[in-house]
Nanobody, 119 residues
Framework: QVQLVESGGGLVQAGGSLRLSCAAS????????MGWFRQAPGKEREFVAS????????YYTDSVKGRFTISRDNAKNTVSLQMNSLKPEDTAVYYC????????????WGQGTQVTVSS
């Protein structure tokens, strides 16, 4: 099973940008579909974005399309989420996820990183 560690969260003003990174170890990274989920206070965890094993196919939830970009580097065993034009409603704990057949639902989760967007 792959181990995942996120970094890059923080506090940003509305309209600003953050880049989240996730480092993977313990298994063949390129064998996994990767994704990002988020959970806001009092809400269920929700899918944000995913990327295929080769990086050629990406999916986004409607609320982040055009603002967020997921990417991966199989040589460095990392997946990133570039978040632009952030809104207060993007405030949540963001989780990196990995799945062998599919990333939703995933087989592995990171510990999460907090993103707070102030208005």
């Amino acid at each position: 099973q792959v181990q995942l560690v996120e970094s890059g969260g923080g506090l940003v003003q509305a309209g600003g940008s953050l880049r989240l990174s996730c480092a993977a170890s313990g298994h063949t990274f390129s064998s996994y579909h990767m994704g990002w989920f988020r959970q806001a206070p009092g809400k269920e965890r929700e899918f944000v974005a995913s990327i295929s094993r080769s990086g050629g196919i990406t999916y986004y939830t409607d609320s982040v399309k055009g603002r967020f970009t997921i990417s991966r580097d199989n040589a460095k065993n990392t997946v990133s989420l570039q978040m632009n034009s952030l809104k207060p409603e993007d405030t949540a704990v963001y989780y990196c996820a990995a799945g062998y057949g599919s990333v939703n639902p995933p087989s592995s989760w990171g510990q999460g990183t907090q993103v707070t967007v102030s208005s």
